[in-house]
């Protein structure tokens, strides 16, 4: 098993609880410092730039802004720095911030097929050292408004941690109908891309 070395201090720039447990899992050693940035600024900005919005350009601008955000606090630390954009069409979406925009985000996707565009990016002493972003493709069957009222009753305020008020590691499996894309990358990051590059930066053994 690689082994992380020692004296390489490793920040996440986030306070997702499911990036923390996905690192912690994988044997990292890190702290956790939370980016406290203007996400819905870096949004409309990008939205109301005369060329046509590309997400997955915007979420590799938001995990790059996160990890630029808090080098600046930890000289000589790498910072890990990741955010996800789901889009249908031109429509870009965000996290709920109720019950009834949790359900209409929900019922929007419903039997349609979406892309959610997550990146991770790393920064070292304010500078940007790598980004990468992943693209999954995610359909939604075509549950009942019955079944959708009852899982967002089942999980709680859960649903207002997903962008698209969907856990697929838990109940919200039940959503879909077909996924095309990497597990980690849904869960909201790229961790094979980001193990790889903690190796050849020597943090991991190889």
């Known amino acids: 098993m690689s082994e992380q070395k020692t004296g390489q201090a490793l920040v996440l720039a986030s306070g997702s609880r499911t990036r923390f447990e996905m690192m ?18 870096i949004r409309e900005k990008r939205m109301n730039q005369s060329t046509p919005c590309d997400p997955s350009e915007m979420a590799n601008e938001l995990a790059m802004a996160k990890a630029l955000a808090i080098s600046p606090l930890h000289k000589n630390e790498i910072v890990v720095g990741s955010d996800q954009i789901l889009a249908l ?61 009852e899982y967002l009753r089942r999980i709680g305020d859960d649903a207002y941690l997903s962008v698209g008020a969907y856990q697929i590691e838990g109940l919200g499996i039940q959503l879909f109908k077909k996924i095309e894309g990497d597990y980690f990358t849904i869960l909201g990051l790229p961790l094979l891309p980001l193990l790889k590059e903690l190796r050849n930066m020597g943090v991991l053994q190889q």
């Not at 912690?24 to 600024?41: C, H, N, R, Y």
């Not at 209409?104 to 039997?111: A, D, E």
């Open 24 to 41: 912690k899992s994988a044997g990292l050693a890190f702290t956790v410092d939370p980016a406290d940035i203007d996400e819905q600024a």
């Open 89 to 149: 069409g031109d429509e870009i979406y965000s996290k709920p911030a109720n019950r009834e925009e949790a359900l209409q985000t929900l019922k929007s996707l419903r039997g349609k097929t979406h892309t959610l565009h997550t990146a991770v990016a790393i920064a070292c002493n304010e500078k940007i050292h790598w980004h990468h972003v992943e693209t999954a493709s995610i359909t939604l069957r075509e549950f009942s408004p019955e079944f959708a009222e």
